[in-house]
């Protein structure tokens, strides 16, 4: 039976913390902090909110005696920063502090970074010590790492489809101008729940003509993502949601229009690679994820050109019997948990081995 070292331990302690921040982070990761004396936690920290300090900084001032610190070793889930940013450099902190051992899980996978707070430490004559469950860091903050190492969003795939496989109904069939849902209400509030630790949504034209989505928050509390729709020839109507202005907006088309207000119009070459292009434009506007709910031509489009990360299927308790079949993931699911009548579906594309 295998148990966790010390290292190990207060690393997951680390982990535990970095979650804390989930969905309030904005571009930076999730990082979680502790500091060790004889044994015992003299200190922690996380990082709580984009642009306040991050979480080596915190777990150092919440030590009280801080003539502890030069006999204690910081843990940390990932490489401590040694640029200037929103705060200061934390890999300058660690050492104008004099704490003599650090315990890194993953090195940060920014270029800005990547490698150079270690280096500034071991310069100093800090022992350092990395890889402490370091697939468990990159787990946590896998938007992050995909963000910067495949130069993309991550992206998430998300759909409900009935016991027989159909994500809508026919036309017949469908309640006029009403959405015909599948999933039930704790389903709903857990995917407004993942809206809320994403930066984007995405739908397709048809989606967004025929179910009129508001794609925000509205069964759970957090950040609104922004909303991405696309509109090749900008046929979609201005008295649908996606352009109520609440939110911030970008509608991806092949026709000039002026953006209006926080409803921004970008034109892309709708005969090329359009995801490519589109991932590329996210990009550079820092959105380091996606969740893609809609429709079935685009789902399958980020399919068969294999750029996705994650899945998360729902399959409530109805039947259709017939109209739009559901996509297809080449995949099977790695886990399977139960809303009540719905099963939620779990894919994963194994992208993070990189």
């Keep these: 039976m295998s148990t966790f070292s010390d290292n190990e331990k207060y690393m997951q302690r680390c982990l535990d913390l970095a979650r804390m921040g989930q969905g309030n982070t904005g ?81 940060d996978p920014n270029s800005i970074v990547s490698g150079k707070g270690l280096k500034k430490l071991n310069n100093s004559g800090i022992k350092v010590i990395k890889g402490i469950l370091e697939n468990k860091c990159i787990e946590l903050n896998k938007r992050f790492f995909i963000y910067y190492k495949k130069k993309r969003p991550f992206i998430i795939l998300k759909w409900a489809q009935t016991i027989d496989g159909y994500i809508d109904t026919t036309s017949k069939n469908r309640q006029s101008s009403r959405v015909t849902w599948i999933s039930n209400n704790i389903s709903r509030m857990l995917v407004h729940k993942w809206r809320a630790e994403e930066h984007a949504i995405m739908v397709g034209t048809k989606t967004a003509l025929m179910d009129n989505p508001q794609l925000n928050i509205r069964y759970w509390s957090g950040n609104n993502p922004l909303r991405i729709v696309l509109d090749r020839t900008l046929r979609l109507p201005y008295n649908l949601n996606l352009f109520d202005k609440t939110l911030n907006t970008i509608v991806f088309t092949e ?7 926080n409803t921004e119009y970008i034109r892309i070459n709708f005969n090329r690679n359009i995801l490519e292009e589109i991932l590329e434009i996210l990009f550079h506007k820092g959105i380091q994820s996606v969740i893609v709910e809609g429709g079935k031509m ?40 139960y809303l009540a009548n719905d099963r939620l579906l779990i894919f994963n594309n194994n992208t993070l081995n990189i």
């Excluded at 039947?319 to 996509?327: D, L, N, Q, S, V």
Aim: hydrophobic content about 35%.
């Design 27 to 107: 571009t930076n990761p999730m990082v979680g902090a502790v500091i060790v004396y004889n044994g015992n936690i003299i200190g922690e920290g996380y990082h709580k909110r984009y642009g306040e300090p991050h979480a080596e900084a915190n777990a150092i001032n919440a030590v009280k005696d801080k003539s502890l610190l030069k006999k204690s070793t910081l843990y940390v889930n990932l490489e401590p920063c040694s640029h200037l940013g929103k705060t200061p450099p934390c890999s300058e902190l660690i050492i104008n502090n004099n704490i003599p051992a650090v315990i890194i899980g993953s090195i």
């Design 255 to 261: 026709k000039k229009q002026q953006s209006d207000g």
């Design 298 to 337: 685009l789902l399958e489009s980020f399919i068969e050109k294999q750029i996705w990360d994650e899945a998360r299927v729902i399959i409530g308790n109805k039947e259709f019997k017939a109209g739009t079949r559901a996509p297809v993931l080449p995949a099977e699911p790695e886990q399977v948990t």
